[in-house]
């Protein structure tokens, strides 16, 4: 279980990295759902706000604010 947790933080560390390198302008909802898709993850509009939800999965709250502290904390590469 520990394993399928340190895996799925490598994934969505890895596209939201990816994300936070392009500018907002070009970003697209399609490329959000396929990286929800490669994330277990099932991407959903409430409101004016795009949530990903991660079934099935044994996400505590401690956890997933460890990974977007981690996520927060990598640096973005200029230039």
């Given amino acids: 279980m520990r394993l399928r ?7 969505v ?4 990295v990816k994300c936070k390198i392009k500018r907002i302008e070009n ?7 396929q ?12 409101a004016r706000y795009y949530w990903l939800l991660l079934g099935e ?8 604010g460890t ?4 996520i927060w904390a990598l640096q973005v590469p200029t230039g």
Avoid: P
Wanted: a positive charge; aromatic letters at 8%.
């Fill in 35 to 46: 990286g929800s898709v490669k994330t277990g993850g099932r991407l959903v509009k409430h």
């Fill in 5 to 11: 947790a340190q895996n799925l933080l490598v994934e």
């Fill in 67 to 70: 990974m977007l502290r981690r």
């Fill in 27 to 33: 970003w697209s909802l399609t490329s959000l759902q």
């Fill in 57 to 64: 999965s044994h996400l505590t709250r401690r956890l997933f």
């Fill in 13 to 16: 560390s890895t596209h939201w």
